[in-house]
């Protein structure tokens, strides 16, 4: 594997230097601006799963900022590795402490992820235009499962992962948008994932982070 090896994925890049992405990467500010907002909300309340959701979603903005500056093989892995890492720890923390599995059964429900996203992609890719972001859409999928399952049980935590979704859903479909709409919009629309994907952790955190305290005061 060539580490170095450019990528030319975005509307915005028209060459490799760089700042060829200037909006793709402030940003990404976002995502640091999201982790801030959730610190405060979490941390002394002794939520250390919600907290290692803050530092991962804070890896998710420096990753994402590298790999629209360098845009090299090495930095699109720094880009992705964080975005898998909360998807799997968020699964863990839902199926532990929503669901009340015992950590071992949480972690097995974590792992099926992979499984799941192996048989999905396929299919999302099969829909014209969706492209590369086939590979996010069995995200949004897969929390509104979870949201559908958990409706009678925790009516409003399931509410509050259904929001997600749909911020979700949103934040994929500009991704998508991004090159086919490259001629209308040059600056594209790549940095909207940015902004909603920012918005839709930080929810997704603090609709835990909301569980467990209604949890504790059940």
């Known amino acids: 594997m060539d580490w170095l090896q450019e990528i030319d994925g975005y509307c915005e890049r028209l060459s490799p230097a760089y700042w060829a992405e ?25 939520m250390p799963v919600a907290i290692a959701l803050v530092v991962i979603l804070v890896g998710i903005g420096v990753g994402s900022y590298m790999f629209h500056t360098h845009a090299q093989v090495w930095a699109a892995i720094a880009d992705t590795t964080p975005i898998l890492l909360f998807i799997l720890v968020y699964i863990f ?11 071992l059964y949480a972690f097995g429900g974590t792992v099926l992820f992979v499984p799941y996203a192996v048989v999905t992609v396929p299919v999302f890719q099969l829909i014209p235009g969706l492209g590369g972001s086939a590979a996010y859409a069995p995200v949004p999928l897969l929390i509104l499962i979870y949201a559908a399952l ?3 049980r925790v009516p409003e935590t399931a509410r509050g992962l259904a929001i997600g979704a749909t911020i979700l ?32 952790l930080g929810w997704m955190i603090e609709v835990y982070r909301r569980h467990l305290i209604r949890t504790r005061q059940a």
Do not use: K, Y
């Open 22 to 46: 200037p909006i793709n990467a402030v940003t990404n500010a976002a995502f640091l601006v999201a982790a801030w907002i959730m610190w405060r909300r979490v941390r002394g309340q002794g």
């Open 93 to 103: 923390a839902i199926n532990r402490d929503v669901w009340h599995m015992r950590p």
């Open 169 to 200: 859903i949103a934040s994929v479909t500009f991704r998508a948008l991004d090159e086919p709409l490259c001629g209308q919009i040059p600056l594209g629309t790549h940095f909207l994932w940015h902004i909603l994907n920012a918005i839709m």
């Open 150 to 152: 958990l409706r009678g």
